[in-house]
């Protein structure tokens, strides 16, 4: 073969050469193959955001428990003072006050446990009956009425007010040492706020008052309120630092894609934004 001469398999490597530049040539112009490469990368990015959103999730490793320092002062404090407890969800204000009932129990006392929610309601007393025994713990709300004459009592804020009114009226005291105000927040409600106030404000002074919340920016000015209205002092025990256990916000999508809601520079996810704007011009088109 002289030099220069193209043997059969050079010819062949070119024309192989010259289809695949073709083909990158007619990707580049071809608008569908564009969107594929497009929606191919995008599908990729929605995983990984997704990965992101979910890593970590699931159940912790098993080790001892260790009371934080504030559910301890909390404790402490309870001994001689009404306690408003201020700590982020998740952070353990409930385990102060199933100590403090497991106390009482164990020394023949009552207590009282309300809540805003029924479903709540329903829950804690779920808790408290495994925690404590069925026999220990009875319900009121306006759907249940069971074991009432159990030394804890679960129940909403309203049905204990109610027994605060009907102990007035009969002239009766309430049967109870402790009471615990969950979302003791619910004071400042447009609606139902006036229960609480009423609540803290009937509640004999003999009867310690636990008052649990996460959202109280004035919580001082509260328990000043509280002592001026019940003649007892109350403590405020606050947890400092973030929420330990972090929030993680998503959409489902009717196509059961997961998105986050806010991407990681805490913007909001541009493709809820487009969904939530498509929607609001449908509304203003249906008008």
């Known amino acids: 073969m002289r030099p220069g001469d193209n043997s059969r398999g050079g010819r062949r490597s070119k024309r192989f050469a010259d289809k695949d530049n073709n083909r990158r040539r007619q990707a580049r112009e071809d608008p569908a193959q564009q969107s594929g490469a497009s929606d191919d990368n995008k599908a990729q990015a929605r995983l990984r ?5 979910l890593a970590g999730i699931g159940t912790p490793p098993v080790q001892p428990f260790r009371p934080d320092r504030f559910q301890l002062d909390a404790l402490a404090a309870l001994e001689f003072e009404d306690v408003l407890v201020t700590a982020p969800t998740g952070s353990g204000k409930t385990w102060i006050a199933r100590e403090e009932i497991r106390r009482l129990l164990a020394a023949g006392r009552r207590a009282w446990y309300t809540t805003p929610l029924k479903a709540l309601t329903n829950s804690k007393y779920q808790e408290f009956s495994e ?12 759907d249940r009425k069971e074991n009432t004459d159990a030394p804890l009592i679960v129940g909403t804020t309203e049905i204990f007010r109610n027994q605060l009114f009907d102990s007035l ?9 402790l009471v615990v105000l969950d979302e003791a927040h619910y004071l400042a409600d447009e609606d139902r706020g006036h229960v609480w106030e ?13 008052l ?6 004035n919580a001082e000015q509260f328990a000043a309120w509280i002592e001026e209205v019940r003649g007892v002092r109350c403590g405020v025990i606050t947890r400092p630092g973030a929420r330990p256990v972090p929030l993680r916000a ?4 009717p196509d059961k894609r ?6 990681e520079h805490g913007k909001l996810n541009p493709e809820i934004a487009a969904l939530m704007g498509s929607q609001k011009e449908k509304g203003k088109r249906q008008r």
């Open 212 to 217: 649990l919340s996460a959202t109280i920016g």
């Open 250 to 253: 998503a959409m489902l999508l």
């Open 198 to 210: 009423e609540a803290i404000i009937l509640t004999p002074p003999r009867i310690r008052l636990l």
């Open 169 to 177: 009226r009969g002239g009766n005291d309430v049967d109870a040492d």
């Open 258 to 263: 997961l998105l986050a809601l806010v991407n």
């Open 49 to 53: 955001e997704a990965r992101q959103l």
């Open 131 to 142: 925690e404590f025994g069925a026999a220990q713990v009875g319900i009121l709300t306006g």
